[in-house]
């Protein structure tokens, strides 16, 4: 009889712990951190990420001058191309008015000064790095815009998000966003020199090659086939950008199928690049 009677009191006793439990569950629920995913970043969070990761960046490397005395072309034709390539991405005219891009803030170009590494990359809020090696390896005007457009459309799309928040998890992200810096579990310093190195899946540099396709044939006359002759020069083939931005099967075949039938661009450019880029590298 006793026996039965501690077997029937078996579930009163779990079911008595489990309301417990939910019950202190729901008392300290106000206490819980809220994580966000990367789609809940707002604009104004990625610009203060993207200034605390430009700040470290400046420090951790040398760059080609862009004050006079010394010539400026390089910087000047760079920017120039590279407002061209955003300026739809930065105006940001389809999203919330309460969460647009500051139009006060610029999306600067940096030069890293940099023979061996061929590299780009673009932080979030818009600011964006290539070395001189990555600069020294194109010829013509359309290459390098091609790159642009890709990497604009991957920070712009929330690729680079994806894979911080996927490496770090949101609520570290955001710790370091709010603290701007300060006693966060992750250093702005850490995060800058970790980033030119993320790895992106095959899949998604096929999805972002397809936006930057796009976003070539929208927001100039050059042709959007620029990253061709990048992807078949064998000397790139070990190009840090390109080991962190894999090519899928059929790269090369694919690209002219993702071109919309409005799309009429040509152009590759004349002797601009060499003039203002590749004559000042020399």
């Known amino acids: 009889m006793n026996y039965e009677k501690h077997l029937l009191c078996r579930p009163v006793k779990a ?13 300290c629920g106000g206490d819980l951190p809220d994580v966000p995913d990367e789609q809940s970043f707002s604009k104004e969070k ?25 010539d400026t072309s390089v910087y000047w034709y760079v920017q120039t191309l590279y407002d061209q390539a955003t300026r739809t991405i930065h105006l940001d005219k389809h999203s919330p008015t ?14 890293i000064k940099d023979d061996a590494a061929k590299l780009a990359f673009t932080l979030p809020g818009g600011d964006f790095f290539i070395t001189t090696a990555m600069l020294r390896s194109f ?12 990497e604009a459309k991957l920070m712009s799309d929330g690729h680079l998000m994806k894979e911080l928040v ?29 980033l030119p190195s993320i790895a992106y ?12 396709v796009d976003n070539t044939c929208g927001t ?7 990253l061709l002759p990048f992807l078949d020069a064998p000397e790139n083939q070990e190009a840090k950008w390109l080991l962190t931005r894999p090519s899928y099967t059929g790269r090369a075949n694919e690209l002219p199928g993702m071109v919309d039938d409005f799309c ?13 880029v590749l004559n000042q590298l020399d």
């Not at 079911?15 to 008392?27: G, R, V």
């Not at 010829?139 to 890709?150: N, R």
């Not at 490496?167 to 800058?192: D, F, H």
């Open 139 to 150: 010829k013509k005007d359309y290459e390098l815009y091609a790159l642009l457009s890709f």
């Open 46 to 70: 990625l610009e203060t990420l993207g200034t605390l990761l430009r700040n470290e960046l400046l420090d951790q490397h040398g760059f080609l001058p862009d004050l006079p005395p010394y």
């Open 15 to 27: 079911f008595s712990i489990l309301i417990f439990c939910a019950s202190c569950f729901a008392a």
């Open 201 to 212: 899946d095959a899949e998604t540099v096929e999805t972002i090659d397809e936006a930057g």
């Open 264 to 276: 009429n661009n040509s152009q590759q450019g004349g002797e601009n690049y060499r003039r203002f």
């Open 220 to 226: 100039s006359i050059l042709d959007p086939m620029g």
């Open 98 to 111: 309460n969460d647009r891009w500051n139009q006060q803030r610029q999306w600067q170009v940096f030069v």
């Open 166 to 194: 996927r490496r770090y998890n949101s609520l570290t992200i955001n710790g370091l966003i709010e603290s701007k810096g300060e006693q966060s579990a992750l250093t702005a310093e850490e995060l800058a020199q970790v």
